[in-house]
């Protein structure tokens, strides 16, 4: 259920302290593995902001009231959902918050835009392939609508997972529906890696991302608007060359990386400020590495962090163990990962979560140590440390590989269990 923080003097207060530079220190992408860092330096540096965010008079209130404790549903548990009628889509997703909820979750975030498309009634995308199995065919029900009924009845809020810029990758859908981006919009699209993505230098496919994240909040009782690390897709500089040299020409003097940065950032405050239209959070659960999301995905996420107008929460995917070393180094060990987020300058209003990697169970995070992910209890253990660390919300990536986990069974019903018991469910 929706909630509202209505105390905009408070806002103000905030927005002027983080203005004036009073800021508080801080700490797979849930669609894929993410790269680890390759240095240890500190908060990398930021052009300066070019983008002015517009500021929300109602602040929405987040789950922290109980501790953010998530589950990510991604559109790989869609492919194995019920689609063939509501009846049938109810019962599967009953099973699956029942689950969620049995661990001590109060968070789903549920994929809801994977590709370009819709597991909701949109005036502005296909229905997904995932419904149908065809893109823009409609499945006779509202799949969204069920899964908001089902989940509030519980307890459990739900957070709408979009992936901005993905319309098509890897072969994935097959084919794409005559009314979407892709054919409605050809001029929006660029080719990279094999699929398709929506240019994000456009201020056009900005605006209809955003509007997009406004129809949401318009028209579903949803708790939040929740993206990952999925920005700029390629780091080729030809993926974009034509409208940076048209940029160029036009007097602007940014680099190519430092544009990429400012177009991205340029999204994320028009969604923040979609959503906060609504009284809807908004949050981003970006790579752990802050290099890669620098400089390989032109997510500025240090900015993000200490600016007002971005995001209510940042959720680094920090999938790499307490126990994790490899040659001798320990690097990417989740202590010394936080560390490095928890250094970063931080906007008293945006919370800093943690994504935890659940399809590490039994494979393990490549550390030399190996007993850690073998133990039934890593995912329990790893959130107890921290919120030790004054870390005040934790999600874990992903359904499956906890309740459908075909490799490792018994581990990871014992993590469930150890998540149970912490969570006091």
């Not at 922290?64 to 548990?77: C, D, H, N, P």
């Not at 789903?108 to 995308?125: C, K, M, N, Q, T």
């Not at 005559?178 to 201020?203: F, Y």
Request: charge should be negative; hydrophobic fraction near 40%.
């Amino acid at each position: 259920m929706r909630r509202f923080l209505r105390v905009f003097a408070l806002f103000s207060c905030l927005a002027a302290l983080c203005a004036a530079g009073l800021l508080l220190p801080a700490l797979l992408g849930p669609g894929g593995p993410p790269v680890p860092a390759t240095a240890e330096s500190a908060a990398l540096p930021s052009p300066p902001p070019s983008v002015s965010p517009s500021q929300s008079v109602s602040s929405p209130e987040s789950a922290e009231t109980a501790g953010y404790r998530a589950v990510w549903i991604s559109y790989l548990e869609w492919q194995h959902t019920d689609f063939s009628g509501s009846e049938q889509f109810t019962a599967d997703i009953a099973a699956m918050l029942d689950n969620c909820a049995g661990i001590g979750a109060n968070v789903v975030i549920a994929h809801v835009r994977p590709f370009g498309d819709a597991l909701y009634s949109s005036e502005l995308f296909p229905f997904s392939h995932l419904c149908t199995g065809t893109q823009g065919q409609d499945p006779g029900f509202d799949p969204l609508a069920i899964l908001l009924e089902q989940a509030h009845s519980r307890g459990l809020e739900v957070e709408a997972w979009i992936n901005p810029y993905r319309l098509q990758a890897g072969g994935t859908p097959a084919a794409l529906a005559d009314t979407g981006l892709a054919a409605l919009h050809p001029g929006w699209v660029r080719e990279a890696a094999g699929g398709l993505w929506l240019d994000p230098a456009l201020p056009e496919v900005q605006d209809h991302i955003a509007a997009g994240v406004e129809e949401l909040c318009r028209r579903y009782e949803i708790d939040g608007i929740h993206f990952d690390d999925y920005f700029y897709p390629t780091t080729d500089p030809a993926f974009d060359g034509d409208a940076y040299a048209a940029y160029r020409s036009g007097g602007g003097t940014l680099t190519q990386a430092e544009w990429r940065r400012e177009n991205v950032s340029a999204l994320v405050a028009k969604c923040y400020a979609a959503a906060h239209g609504a009284g809807v959070r908004f949050g981003i659960a970006p790579q752990g590495s802050l290099e890669n999301n620098y400089n390989g995905q032109y997510s500025d996420v240090a900015r993000w962090l200490a600016e007002p107008g971005y995001a209510d929460y940042l959720m680094p995917q920090l999938y790499w163990g307490l126990e994790y070393e490899t040659g001798g180094s320990t690097a990417l060990a989740l202590d010394r990962m936080l560390a490095r987020w928890q250094a970063l300058p931080r906007c008293g209003k945006v919370q800093l979560y943690v994504g935890l990697g659940a399809y590490r169970i039994g494979e393990g995070d490549g550390s030399d140590n190996g007993s850690e992910w073998q133990s039934g209890g890593a995912l329990a253990g790893q959130a107890r440390w921290l919120a030790e660390q004054g870390i005040a919300g934790t999600a874990l990536y992903r359904y499956d590989s906890l309740f459908e986990n075909a490799a490792w069974p018994e581990l990871a019903a014992q993590e469930c269990a150890a998540l149970r018991a912490a969570a006091g469910a």
